[in-house]
């Protein structure tokens, strides 16, 4: 063996390049549910989800009331109680209020068993002096829904969206950055493509489940902010 051949023997093997992170799926033919679709929150993301040409169906526990939200927001959303929305869909976005949270996850476990699940639920309370964060037993929400759903792939995202903004179809772009946790990167990627759809919105890797709490929390202060100067704030993460 000559000395190059040594040489290149002892070469360590090259490293692929590293992933470009905006290198984001296509997640245009996915299915979306919206749980809790026919409140404020899970309306607007609807709306927007699918004016950006996503399939979207949304839940409630009457499946009359869904449809009835259905039929109002138009482009072709669908409406049907929470169980059969859960089962047709890829991807479930949980808006539900937190004090039905738990409730509804635990009566859900079988249908969104192996689905890619979103929880953007904020833990708050609100007394004289308004808003505040609450910290569930888990930790979080999206630690909450990890606990009560092991057979699928929780991730945390949407929790700062106004709802005002996304349901106002005079706005054709809202400038705002989604962050994104959760323990899969190719789940975390998915959730990223899904808010980039929206006209406006960037999905941001924000960290593991464990992360959530803090992002769940943060509504408190823009609820504050929106209060004081009378704004439908959201939040931009810069040099990235």
């Known amino acids: 063996m000559t000395s190059t051949d040594t040489d290149s023997a002892q070469q360590p093997p090259k490293k692929a390049p590293a992933k470009d992170p905006w290198d984001l799926p296509d997640v245009s033919g996915l299915v979306v549910g919206v749980l809790g679709g026919t409140g404020p929150q899970g309306k607007g993301l609807a ?35 929470n169980a059969e929305t859960a089962r047709r869909s890829d991807v479930v976005i949980i808006a539900v209020p937190w004090d039905g949270h738990g409730k509804t996850l635990e009566s859900l476990r079988e249908e969104l068993a192996g689905k890619l699940v979103v929880d953007c639920v904020n833990p708050l309370g609100f007394d004289k002096q308004g808003a505040y964060a609450l910290k569930p037993e888990e930790g979080s929400a999206a630690q909450q829904a990890a606990a009560l759903l092991p057979d699928s792939r929780v991730t945390a995202a949407f929790h700062h969206l106004s709802a005002v903004l996304l349901q106002d179809p005079e706005i054709e772009e809202i400038d705002t950055d989604v962050m994104v946790l959760g323990e899969g990167r190719a789940d975390v990627e998915i959730v990223q493509a899904l808010a980039g759809r929206i006209p406006g919105m960037r999905g941001i890797f924000a960290g593991r489940l464990r992360n959530a709490h803090q992002v769940e929390s943060l509504v408190a202060n823009l609820i504050s902010v929106n209060r004081r100067y009378k704004a439908h704030a959201g939040l931009r993460v810069t040099d990235v």
């Open 47 to 81: 709306y927007r989800l699918a004016k950006a040409g996503q399939k979207v169906i949304i839940g409630s526990r009457a499946a009359e009331r869904a449809q009835a939200a259905a039929e109002e927001l138009g482009h072709g959303i669908e409406g049907a109680d």
